[in-house]
C-alpha cells in the first residue's frame, strides 16, 4: 500500500492534513479489508491520524494494525 500527505480543508475552513492511500497491492490485507485507492486514513490502531510518518511507522511495527 502507498500513502500520501494530502491537505484538505475542514468544513470549518482551516486547513488540516490527510493520509491518503494511492495504491494497494492487490491481494494483500488493505485490499481484504476494503481499502481502496483514494481512500483517507484517519486513523490507525483507535488513535487519530497524527502524520504521514506516525500512520507509516504504526503500519510498519504495529502487531496488528486495523484500519
Same mark, same amino acid.
Not at 12 to 34: F, H, R, W
Not at 39 to 48: H, K, Y
Given at each position: 500500500?502507498? @500513502? !500520501?500527505?494530502?491537505?484538505? %480543508?475542514?468544513? !470549518?475552513?482551516?486547513? &488540516?492534513?490527510?493520509?491518503?492511500?494511492?495504491?494497494?497491492?492487490?491481494?494483500?490485507? /488493505?485490499?481484504? &479489508?476494503?481499502?481502496?485507492?483514494?481512500?483517507?486514513?484517519?486513523?490507525?490502531?483507535?488513535?487519530?491520524?497524527?502524520?504521514? /510518518?506516525? %500512520?507509516? /511507522? %504504526? @503500519?510498519?511495527?504495529? &502487531?496488528?494494525?486495523?484500519?
Amino acid at each position: 500500500m502507498r @500513502l !500520501e500527505e494530502m491537505p484538505l %480543508t475542514s468544513r !470549518e475552513g482551516g486547513l &488540516k492534513y490527510v493520509c491518503q492511500v494511492l495504491q494497494v497491492t492487490s491481494g494483500g490485507a /488493505a485490499e481484504s &479489508k476494503g481499502v481502496r485507492d483514494g481512500c483517507c486514513v484517519v486513523g490507525v490502531n483507535g488513535e487519530r491520524f497524527i502524520s504521514h /510518518a506516525h %500512520t507509516v /511507522a %504504526t @503500519l510498519k511495527h504495529g &502487531k496488528r494494525p486495523v484500519l
